[in-house]
């Protein structure tokens, strides 16, 4: 198993940036795959951005292309999402998420891709 704490959530304006941190611990040698996702309230979770913990690629929804970044620590087992430009349609509770699965670009950026959650982290937007 793996567990995954994610910080750095908060308020900010539209055009601020914030960073998202996501701790994982446990099995983590097992995690194949690291993402985040997000879901607005009234709305279904999406995901929003993936990385390949083995060679570091990267893949990101086209709603947060040129704007989000995701990158991994692996010595701190740690992964982040630095997100600028925000927009107001961007809030929402982030959560990180693993897979043990060697999955395709396009299914880990689907929920079912992922097997363990975090909890997640609030990121309001102001206009």
């Known amino acids: 198993q793996v567990q995954l704490v994610e910080s750095g959530g908060g308020s900010v304006q539209a055009g601020g940036s914030l960073r998202l941190s996501c701790a994982a611990s446990?099995?983590?040698?097992?995690?194949?795959?690291m993402g985040w996702f997000r879901q607005a309230p009234g709305k279904e979770r999406e995901g929003v951005a993936i990385i390949y913990t083995g060679g570091g690629s990267t893949y990101y929804a086209d709603s947060v292309k040129g704007r989000f970044t995701i990158s991994q620590d692996n010595a701190k087992n740690t992964v982040y999402l630095q997100m600028n430009s925000l927009k107001p349609e961007d809030a929402a509770m982030y959560y990180c998420?693993?897979?043990?699965?060697?999955?395709?670009?396009?299914?880990?950026?689907?929920?079912?891709?992922?097997?363990?959650w975090g909890k997640g982290t609030l990121v309001t937007i102001s206009s």
């Open positions: 998420a693993t897979s043990f699965r060697f999955l395709g670009r396009i299914q880990a950026l689907r929920v079912y891709g992922m097997d363990y």
């Open positions: 446990g099995s983590t040698y097992s995690s194949k795959i």
